[in-house]
């Protein structure tokens, strides 16, 4: 059981270059959530989607675009990365209609931007 | 705005040394409660949750939480703590607004156990 999926694992980045961060998840779980992690910042929410076709903002989402491909693939996209993007990003999956509130998360993916 | 408080940001402890990491919340309505725990270089994984009844709730690994509604608060505790347990430490707060559910985290505090 592979859980949550991200790739890639590591990157860099130059100053205004774009790239797409994916993620997947096989527990046919209804919501999926982008975040970043700093130190001292803890994790700090970035988009999520309640479900497929539906995406909203989180606490950080500027500079930052989502794709919910179908119920099982939500995306990241930075168009112009910026060095204050360096970060290490994770995805996570719940299900709360079904009682799942708990999220599951995926490795992580350390991105530099230099 | 819901938000996630922890009050210590680095905590130091000798083996078998007893552990309380303080946790608030601020939002009025019907929340869950998670903390979860992220060891060096992997992600997070969940510790214990709390959803409703007994304040008092068991999780993995020897740790324990109680939930006080009239204090917001959810701390985490183990009586005896191991070098292994140092990592990082995250409390989390679900909330339901509009038919969403959204998980907010605190900054986290991170253990350090020495032998």
């Known amino acids: 059981n592979a859980g949550v999926t991200q790739t890639p694992k590591f990157q860099v980045l130059k100053t205004g270059q774009s790239m797409t961060l994916q993620c997947a998840q096989d527990m046919n779980h209804n919501s999926m959530y982008w975040y970043r992690q700093d130190p001292g910042m803890g994790l700090r929410l970035i988009y999520y989607s309640a479900s497929e076709g539906t995406t909203d903002k989180g606490e950080v989402p500027n500079g930052y675009n989502v794709s919910r491909l179908n119920k099982r693939e939500f995306s990241l996209r930075l168009e112009s990365a910026a060095p204050s993007q360096t970060s290490v990003y994770f995805c996570?999956?719940?299900?709360?209609?079904?009682?799942?509130?708990?999220?599951?998360f995926g490795q992580g993916t350390r991105l530099t931007v230099v | 705005a819901q938000s996630v408080s922890q009050h210590n940001h680095h905590v130091i402890l000798s083996e078998a040394a007893s552990l309380e990491l303080g946790c608030n919340y601020s939002?009025?309505?019907?929340?869950?409660l998670f903390w979860y725990v992220q060891y060096p270089g992997q992600h997070l994984q969940l510790l214990l949750k709390?959803?409703?009844?007994?304040?008092l709730v068991k999780g993995i690994k020897g740790f324990e939480a109680e939930f006080i509604k009239s204090k917001f608060s959810f701390n985490l505790r183990k009586p005896s703590v191991q070098w292994s347990d140092t990592a990082e430490y995250f409390c989390?707060?679900?909330?339901?607004?509009?038919?969403?559910?959204?998980?907010?985290f605190g900054a986290g505090t991170r253990l350090a156990v020495h032998p």
């Open positions: 939002y009025g309505g019907t929340v869950n």
């Open positions: 996570a999956s719940s299900d709360p209609g079904r009682g799942q509130t708990e999220a599951f």
């Open positions: 709390y959803f409703s009844g007994d304040p």
């Open positions: 989390a707060v679900t909330s339901f607004s509009g038919g969403y559910n959204k998980l907010i």
